[in-house]
């Protein structure tokens, strides 16, 4: 078993930045691909960025050279960093490991327009 802890969503103005951090405790030593998905209201969750345990990011369309993935392996976390934020990026922020289907509970992100 794994667990899974985001910290970092809050309000921002559109234009501002944060940082997500996702902490993995547990059977730590399986995770591979390390990622972020997001749930905006009456939506469907969708990727938004992972990153392999060599150091490979992948994003999605809408928030790549805004958005930065990053890990430290020996501490098993994941950080996901915001910058230039817009309101449509207004969701609940889930982290997520592969192998296995295990998530974090999300954390909140809100920007204002």
């Known amino acids: 078993q794994v667990q899974l802890v985001e910290s970092g969503g809050g309000l921002v103005q559109a234009g501002g930045s944060l940082r997500l951090s996702c902490a993995a405790s547990?059977?730590?030593?399986?995770?591979?691909?390390m990622g972020w998905y997001r749930q905006a209201p009456g939506k469907q969750r969708e990727w938004v960025a992972t990153?392999?345990?060599?150091?490979?990011?992948s994003y999605t369309d809408s928030v790549k050279g805004r958005f930065t993935i990053s890990r430290d392996n020996a501490e098993n976390t994941v950080w996901l960093q915001m910058n230039s934020l817009k309101p449509e990026d207004t969701a609940v922020y889930y982290c997520?490991?592969?192998?296995?289907?295990?998530w974090g509970r999300g954390t909140q992100v809100t920007v204002s327009s």
């Open positions: 547990g059977s730590t030593f399986s995770i591979n691909v």
């Open positions: 990153i392999t345990s060599g150091g490979s990011p």
């Open positions: 997520t490991i592969s192998p296995g289907d295990y």
